[in-house]
């Protein structure tokens, strides 16, 4: 039984590569799992409440329902065009995960592990976290993100975390769950620092779930992590045996290494908190970088999954996420380096094995190949390939997917360096046609092994090759030719080929937002020179009818000169409090018509916050002074 998880992906923003990573390890998992036979199941989905959503929807002219169920949709359509084969989407705005979490908050206060306090501290809006003074970094910002973060002082549920310091260290080492390995001292040495009790409920805003109605006390809004973490229970509908809940605990929990904390201590004494079984395993992988750089908005360079894909395709995409880097590490995204691996590997290892082998079938035996005699000429070579498919088996099994398809190039490498040792179409000139055919038997073997194994991280091509040798990946030719070590005998025929070189970058360059120095346009003296800055004096200044932001100035000038000026300050002035000061005026700007008034000239204001504020002499100075 095969319980595998992605994250609840967190709606404040559309789908990038963290996420696709997560979701395509989750996804090969599960095929290698129901490849086995075991019964699996599969959950991804989306996290939609919190301070976060609340803001990103106002900012966004939303309400938060209407723009969590847009941003869910892009991240179901974009895993439904991807091909992941997820069995259960979940949402946190689904009725059966509130009533869920409602149940689980009341089953822990009834245990006493829940108590009413009060809160104060610094939280980060953008991690969804709390943190002490001593936690954060320089200014108060946020340890984790670096942004800046709220000092807030609220009533508040607590949870007892601290109580539950000593069990979950004592799980670490008995159970030993954390992927990869090296991530568990990180998280005994933040919980050996001492938990302290978590606050659970906020007061300081309305999007997320109430507590139960049995408290009474329904201005608080629960968590969100209390919320979030709580589906991987009410999606299988648990607390109602449902059909699924069997499937209850994870075999594994995969998360970006930003979250490992919450899923790994949070998680965990929540389970501990409502007696229920815990999880095998909680794995945590790195972030990527594109060409050695965070990938941020800003600096242009974010790879969007579905470009991506559509660039190159969506096998190469997933083969180069998971051969590119070991699983935990962080890893950069160069595109030189993923059209090399399509090439060297996909093409020239993959793709080509397939063409020699069916070229050959087809020259040497009608397409037919044998498998009969493979044992008298290539013991030691089945013996070598056999080693690496089990290596390979064990590296996806603890998640090292780089590893796992290391190994499995390393048998097909082995095939095509077989051709080139034992020269098939000089043996055949020889006469020794039993040993060439032979030796494409193994290939052929090899090929289809490699590709049961392989079909978990690339479905589409292992079914194209099964296609062409003539066979079907199934769970009882993984049982057939991996485990009981069988040969197979195979029809041939011709192809397409599996894979093409890829001859150029097909991503958009990168084109970094300018900053906010490189917009302003420089200018030289001369430039300079021409603008011509004068003071003026406001001998009237009234509303424009049928507009709230424009008032209508005359302005005096040298030698009683006046002029009508119209400025965009109505919001933030009475038009009587101007008259009689001293303004600062563009003179030598070109007349213009705005809202049906002459304007001659432009009445200089610095943008102070939300106001603009006129820009005045320090004092009274000749009207039509020049400024400079």
């Given at each position: 039984?095969?319980?595998?998880?992605?994250?609840?992906?967190?709606?404040?923003?559309?789908?990038?590569?963290?996420?696709?990573?997560?979701?395509?390890?989750?996804?090969?998992?599960?095929?290698?799992?129901?490849?086995?036979?075991?019964?699996?199941?599969?959950?991804?989905?989306?996290?939609?409440?919190?301070?976060?959503?609340?803001?990103?929807?106002?900012?966004?002219?939303?309400?938060?329902?209407?723009?969590?169920?847009?941003?869910?949709?892009?991240?179901?359509?974009?895993?439904?065009?991807?091909?992941?084969?997820?069995?259960?989407?979940?949402?946190?705005?689904?009725?059966?995960?509130?009533?869920?979490?409602?149940?689980?908050?009341?089953?822990?206060?009834?245990?006493?592990?829940?108590?009413?306090?009060?809160?104060?501290?610094?939280?980060?809006?953008?991690?969804?976290?709390?943190?002490?003074?001593?936690?954060?970094?320089?200014?108060?910002?946020?340890?984790?993100?670096?942004?800046?973060?709220?000092?807030?002082?609220?009533?508040?549920?607590?949870?007892?975390?601290?109580?539950?310091?000593?069990?979950?260290?004592?799980?670490?080492?008995?159970?030993?769950?954390?992927?990869?390995?090296?991530?568990?001292?990180?998280?005994?040495?933040?919980?050996?620092?001492?938990?302290?009790?978590?606050?659970?409920?906020?007061?300081?805003?309305?999007?997320?779930?109430?507590?139960?109605?049995?408290?009474?006390?329904?201005?608080?809004?629960?968590?969100?992590?209390?919320?979030?973490?709580?589906?991987?229970?009410?999606?299988?509908?648990?607390l109602e045996n449902g059909k699924n809940a069997k499937f209850f605990p994870a075999h594994i929990h995969l998360v970006g290494k930003d979250?490992?904390?919450?899923?790994?201590?949070?998680?965990?004494?929540?389970?501990?908190?409502?007696?229920?079984?815990?999880?095998?395993?909680?794995?945590?992988?790195?972030?990527?970088?594109?060409?050695?750089?965070?990938?941020?908005?800003?600096?242009?360079?974010?790879?969007?999954?579905?470009?991506?894909?559509?660039a190159y395709g969506i096998e190469p995409m997933r083969y180069f996420l998971l051969r590119e880097i070991p699983f935990g590490n962080d890893?950069?995204?160069?595109?030189?380096?993923?059209?090399?691996?399509?090439?060297?590997?996909?093409?020239?290892?993959?793709?080509?094995?397939?063409?020699?082998?069916?070229?050959?079938?087809?020259?040497?035996?009608?397409?037919?190949?044998?498998?009969?005699?493979?044992?008298?000429?290539?013991?030691?070579?089945?013996?070598?390939?056999k080693e690496y498919l089990f290596n390979a088996i064990a590296f996806l099994e603890n998640v090292q997917t780089s590893r796992y398809l290391?190994?499995?190039?390393?048998?097909?490498?082995?095939?095509?360096?077989?051709?080139?040792?034992?020269?098939?179409?000089?043996?055949?000139?020889?006469?020794?046609?039993?040993?060439?055919?032979?030796?494409?038997?193994?290939?052929?073997?090899?090929?289809?092994?490699?590709?049961?194994?392989?079909?978990?991280?690339?479905?589409?091509?292992?079914?194209?090759?099964?296609?062409?040798?003539?066979?079907?990946?199934?769970?009882?030719?993984?049982?057939?030719?991996?485990?009981?070590?069988?040969?197979?005998?195979?029809?041939?025929?011709?192809?397409?080929?599996?894979?093409?070189?890829?001859?150029?970058?097909?991503?958009?360059?990168?084109?970094?937002?300018?900053?906010?120095?490189?917009?302003?346009?420089?200018?030289?003296?001369?430039?300079?020179?021409?603008?011509?800055?004068?003071?003026?004096?406001?001998?009237?200044?009234?509303?424009?009818?049928?507009?709230?932001?424009?008032?209508?100035?005359?302005?005096?000038?040298?030698?009683?000169?006046?002029?009508?000026?119209?400025?965009?300050?109505?919001?933030?002035?009475?038009?009587?409090?101007?008259?009689?000061?001293?303004?600062?005026?563009?003179?030598?700007?070109?007349?213009?018509?705005?809202?049906?008034?002459?304007?001659?000239?432009?009445?200089?204001?610095?943008?102070?916050?939300?106001?603009?504020?006129?820009?005045?002499?320090?004092?009274?100075?000749?009207?039509?002074?020049?400024?400079?």
């Amino acid at each position: 039984m095969r319980y595998i998880t992605t994250p609840i992906y967190y709606v404040n923003d559309v789908p990038h590569l963290g996420h696709t990573y997560t979701t395509i390890i989750a996804d090969t998992l599960a095929r290698f799992y129901r490849l086995q036979g075991e019964q699996t199941l599969f959950l991804t989905g989306t996290d939609e409440h919190g301070q976060k959503i609340e803001q990103a929807a106002k900012q966004r002219n939303s309400n938060p329902k209407t723009y969590a169920d847009k941003i869910s949709a892009e991240f179901k359509e974009l895993w439904d065009e991807f091909n992941i084969t997820y069995d259960i989407y979940a949402r946190t705005t689904d009725e059966r995960h509130i009533k869920c979490v409602q149940t689980m908050f009341m089953k822990m206060f009834e245990k006493g592990d829940i108590y009413k306090g009060t809160y104060e501290g610094h939280y980060c809006v953008s991690c969804e976290s709390f943190f002490t003074q001593s936690q954060l970094l320089v200014n108060n910002t946020c340890p984790d993100c670096g942004k800046n973060t709220q000092l807030v002082k609220e009533e508040s549920y607590f949870f007892r975390l601290s109580k539950y310091e000593t069990t979950i260290l004592k799980w670490y080492e008995e159970a030993d769950p954390i992927l990869p390995k090296n991530k568990k001292n990180e998280l005994a040495n933040f919980v050996q620092g001492g938990l302290k009790d978590l606050s659970i409920t906020r007061t300081s805003f309305d999007w997320g779930i109430t507590l139960p109605k049995e408290m009474n006390d329904e201005k608080h809004i629960i968590y969100v992590w209390l919320d979030a973490l709580f589906i991987y229970l009410s999606s299988l509908d648990y607390l109602e045996n449902g059909k699924n809940a069997k499937f209850f605990p994870a075999h594994i929990h995969l998360v970006g290494k930003d979250i490992l904390r919450f899923h790994a201590v949070y998680w965990i004494a929540f389970l501990m908190s409502a007696d229920l079984p815990l999880p095998r395993y909680i794995g945590a992988h790195g972030w990527w970088t594109r060409d050695g750089e965070k990938m941020s908005k800003s600096k242009g360079n974010v790879i969007k999954p579905k470009e991506l894909k559509d660039a190159y395709g969506i096998e190469p995409m997933r083969y180069f996420l998971l051969r590119e880097i070991p699983f935990g590490n962080d890893g950069d995204f160069n595109e030189v380096a993923f059209i090399n691996r399509v090439n060297s590997e996909l093409c020239n290892e993959l793709g080509n094995l397939l063409s020699r082998i069916v070229g050959m079938s087809a020259k040497y035996s009608n397409s037919s190949i044998q498998s009969k005699d493979i044992k008298e000429f290539f013991t030691s070579e089945l013996t070598q390939v056999k080693e690496y498919l089990f290596n390979a088996i064990a590296f996806l099994e603890n998640v090292q997917t780089s590893r796992y398809l290391e190994e499995l190039f390393k048998a097909l490498s082995l095939a095509n360096s077989s051709i080139s040792k034992y020269e098939p179409w000089n043996l055949i000139k020889s006469g020794d046609t039993k040993k060439a055919n032979a030796l494409v038997a193994l290939c052929a073997n090899i090929l289809a092994r490699v590709s049961v194994l392989l079909s978990p991280a690339l479905p589409q091509s292992c079914e194209k090759i099964a296609l062409t040798l003539g066979f079907k990946i199934t769970s009882e030719n993984y049982q057939k030719l991996i485990l009981d070590d069988q040969l197979l005998s195979f029809q041939s025929k011709s192809c397409e080929p599996l894979f093409t070189k890829i001859e150029e970058v097909r991503l958009k360059p990168v084109v970094q937002e300018p900053t906010q120095e490189q917009k302003i346009q420089k200018i030289k003296i001369d430039d300079f020179a021409k603008i011509e800055i004068k003071i003026a004096l406001v001998k009237d200044c009234q509303n424009i009818e049928g507009s709230e932001k424009l008032l209508k100035f005359i302005l005096e000038l040298e030698n009683g000169e006046l002029r009508q000026v119209l400025s965009g300050i109505a919001k933030y002035y009475e038009p009587q409090s101007l008259i009689g000061k001293q303004v600062c005026l563009l003179s030598n700007l070109k007349k213009a018509k705005i809202f049906g008034h002459e304007s001659d000239g432009m009445i200089l204001s610095a943008k102070s916050g939300d106001k603009l504020v006129l820009i005045s002499p320090e004092q009274l100075v000749e009207n039509g002074s020049i400024v400079s």
